[in-house]
């Protein structure tokens, strides 16, 4: 009755269903590792914001990286900013989704080493070559305090990296890039670069200034992230549970189908043939 189960388009049949249920049980582990990560993070992220600031030398060295646990620590500097050297990151958006520049602005500390800092969000001007019209922040020397940031990555943001940009414009924020970036631009003391970055939190712009970054816990998109993940893992799981399910249910279908079809059949020929 079965024997239909070896014709191509059953055969066909089989294996894709064969394929797709491992492919969803990976997807669901997928998730659930997505889930586990980004509780991971928000655990590091609540720790970090709720620590004292501290010096943000005491996170980060030239040329170093930021570490895992450290991301969003809120860190603080003196020295002042050098607009002269100041660039924008293309394709940002804030918090009502309209498409925009980060600012990112070196900050020369007093020992001469430099801190990028991201004063943050702009419109973009008419002109997507032109270099948009940014107020300066506090002139002469200041103290800053902000979140700390890993380098950006295309790896880890999704992010390309575009070459051939207009003069003074990036893509990623990374603390090896831009200090190659500034050193050729005849900046010589980018070539002390701190790793990573820092998000400004102040001092505060003034009027019509960059508009400051949000932190995690202010950003609604962040909300609920961590949560949505597991619910996709179980969603996959069962998929893949009614993979066979679903196959077996058409295997008995066309078993009925064709044990009915070769019952009139039988019936037919053993009717008398009409005289």
Known sequence: MYRFLLTR???ILTLVALLLI????RLGFWQLHRHDHRQALNKVIDASLAAKPVAAESLTSVGGTVAHDDIYRRVTAKGRFDTAHELVVRRRTNADDQVGYHVLTPFVLDDGKVLLVNRGWVPSP??????PDIPAPAAG??????????????????????RGLPDRQIMLINSGQVGALLRGSGDTSARAVLGGYVELLAPAPGSGGPRLIPSPQEDTSWIGLGD???????QWWLFAAAVPVGWAALARREARERTATAARKDVEEAEPATV
């Open 141 to 162: 020397e200041v103290t800053v305090t902000g979140r700390l940031m890993r380098d950006e990555t295309t790896a880890a943001s999704g992010i390309k990296n575009v």
């Open 9 to 11: 388009q059953w055969v």
């Open 126 to 131: 008419a002109s997507q070559t032109a270099f």
């Open 22 to 25: 491992p492919t969803m049980i």
């Open 228 to 234: 949505i993940n597991l619910p996709y893992a179980v």
